[in-house]
């Protein structure tokens, strides 16, 4: 069992199960854990999508980039498979046609 890590807030008295999609807004300081000890941690926690919104390669200030990810399952070990990558502003084109 993966423990909280450090930096994740502890007052939530819901279960993980009670989420069905968690999103990080990536900063300089909270790469890392955003790619690695966070996700490990929602996945064991069994929330079925992780988004991650990260800057662009050329840091454009009106956009981003939303790695999309689903929670598997394989051998009894939960992780998240990223699905597909898009740019925000194609997701938000995405969810005003629906």
Do not use: N
Not at 29 to 57: M, S
Not at 59 to 77: E, K, M, N
């Amino acid at each position: 069992m993966i423990s909280r890590p450090a930096y994740v807030a502890d007052y939530s008295y819901l279960p993980g199960s009670a989420f069905q999609l968690v999103i990080e807004i990536v900063s300089d300081e909270t790469a890392k854990g955003d790619y690695g000890d966070k996700a490990r941690w929602y996945a064991e926690c069994g929330i079925p999508e992780y988004w991650i919104v990260d800057r662009t390669l050329d840091r454009a200030p009106r956009d981003g980039l939303v790695h999309l990810h689903r929670l598997r399952v394989s051998g009894g070990v939960a992780a998240y498979e990223r699905e597909r990558t898009v740019r925000v502003a194609e997701l938000e084109a995405e969810y005003r046609a629906r």
